[in-house]
Nanobody
């Protein structure tokens, strides 16, 4: 399984960005796709994830500002980020977790989001 992320960049505080991540390969049908981020000097943290059932989870710091969605037919997950803050600056990583007894965990290459004036 390969994950290809895109959509990062430089944006001013209060601006918006949309990240996309397309999965390809032999993908187990029951899975959770999501986004993590890692800021300089900090640990990687969950931003949001969404199961193929549509169930969503968000980090408290992004609730009400970020929206995660997915297109199961395209095996693609999106992260719409609104009202961005400087503290959202990080490398964002796409993730796919299989939901089965012996599962695999896949990561994309990361895309940099910089929020700065």
């Amino acid at each position: 399984v390969q994950l290809q992320a895109s959509g990062g960049g430089l944006v001013q505080p209060g601006g918006s960005l949309r990240l996309s991540c397309a999965a390809s390969g032999s993908i187990f049908r029951i899975n959770v796709m999501g986004w993590y981020r890692q800021a300089p000097g900090k640990q990687r943290e969950l931003v949001a994830n969404i199961a193929n059932s549509g169930e969503r989870n968000y980090a408290g710091s992004v609730k009400g500002r970020f929206t995660i969605s997915r297109d199961n037919a395209k095996n693609t997950v999106y992260l719409q980020m609104n009202n961005l803050r400087p503290e959202d600056t990080a490398v964002y990583y796409c993730n796919l977790k299989e939901v089965r007894i012996i599962s695999n965990d896949y990561w994309g290459q990361g895309t940099l989001v910089t929020v700065s004036s």
